[in-house]
């Protein structure tokens, strides 16, 4: 059997988005996530652990020289178009059967919609992109085996994987804090304050300014 391009997304009912912004590179960084081991999905596929355990190990190389990029949007094919990339995955780890992982968004067009997304609330999923092929057992399901060649996650409004929508990463260096700025009444008191007047020079210089006035009114009629 010949290999198929399996696109696979990880879904959850609930947001939780995790943004690291670091104040050293503007690094914005988002984790949660990114598949999961021996359960069906909404495409009706099942990847055994060792399949995705088996990618996940040679691709270990490739993630520490951060070349494990995906992109915004699953492409048609299973090639990694630099044009269009987003982010790159950064972390893979195993939670039991779950794998987690960690992504940077990137400074590039498709990462600046990105990032302006998750910053403007919007649900982001994560989706696995590879190739490979199964066999359907007696539930109908598709279960993918060792032929599967994983080659990136991409990222998707609508993943198939349950519970794989992204956590907003707060960093230490840069804290975030959701309330703006003009809802702090002590800066804004501080900022817009009153200046102090002294009353009599005020008094003087209105009083000058009525006398010179009167003046000039009495030559006009003389």
């Known amino acids: 059997m010949s290999n198929i391009l399996l696109i696979d997304c990880c879904m959850n009912s609930e947001l939780n988005l995790s943004l690291n912004e670091s104040s050293e590179r503007g690094l914005t960084k ?3 996530k990114f598949q999961e081991a021996n359960k069906e999905n909404k495409n009706h596929r099942v990847y055994t652990f060792e399949a995705l355990d088996t990618n996940v190990k040679k691709l270990e190389e490739c993630v520490k020289a951060r070349g494990l990029v995906g992109e915004l949007d699953h492409p048609e094919d299973s090639i990694i178009h630099f044009e269009k ?17 960690e992504g940077e968004i990137l400074n590039t067009p ?4 990105l990032k302006a997304l998750i910053n403007d609330g919007v649900r982001v999923g994560v989706s696995s992109r590879g190739v490979g092929n199964g066999k359907v057992n007696e539930n109908g399901v ?21 519970a794989a929508f992204q956590r907003k990463v707060v960093g230490t260096k840069e804290s975030y804090d959701p309330t703006p700025a003009s809802t702090n009444t002590q800066t804004t008191r501080e900022s817009f ?9 005020l008094i003087a210089c209105l009083g000058g300014l009525v006398e010179s006035k009167v003046k000039s009114i009495k030559k006009s009629i003389n």
């Not at 599967?148 to 994987?161: G, N, Q």
């Open 193 to 201: 304050s009153t200046p102090k007047v002294n009353k009599d020079a």
């Open 110 to 113: 498709h990462g600046k919609i």
């Open 30 to 32: 988002f984790r949660g």
């Open 142 to 162: 598709l279960v993918i085996n060792e032929s599967y060649k994983l080659i990136t996650f991409d990222v998707v409004a609508d993943p198939s994987t349950y």
């Open 85 to 101: 990339a987003s982010h790159v995955i950064t972390k893979l780890w195993w939670e039991g059967n779950i794998l987690m992982g």
